[in-house]
């Protein structure tokens, strides 16, 4: 098995942005969560990273190109982060 750090294109990471979002509903009042969604992730300042996993040989992520991203948007994300 294979990983890949790179940018999330689309809703690849939605899985897990929904079970943290549950998950922080769970020990949280409404009002104390401030959850976006992964479409304003995406967007703006945001750098929205997804850590993929994948049975096709390693590749150096820091050279993917929008192509090579979406041969890649088959595999699965197990990590996402955000930083704005």
């Given amino acids: 098995m294979n990983?890949?750090?790179?940018?999330?294109q689309g809703a690849e990471a939605d899985h897990l942005l929904v079970r943290s979002d549950r998950y922080m509903s769970?020990?949280?009042p409404a009002e104390?969560?401030?959850?976006?969604?992964s479409e304003s992730l995406r967007s703006g300042d945001a750098l929205f990273l997804g850590?993929?996993?994948s049975h096709s040989p390693p590749i150096n992520s820091?050279?993917?190109?929008e192509d090579?991203?979406?041969?890649h948007s088959?595999?699965?994300?197990r990590l996402c982060r955000s930083a704005l």
């Fill in 3 to 8: 990983f890949i750090v790179a940018p999330i």
């Fill in 26 to 28: 769970s020990l949280y």
């Fill in 32 to 37: 104390s969560n401030h959850l976006v969604s």
């Fill in 51 to 53: 850590a993929f996993t």
């Fill in 62 to 65: 820091s050279t993917l190109s």
């Fill in 68 to 71: 090579s991203l979406e041969s």
């Fill in 74 to 77: 088959s595999s699965l994300c």
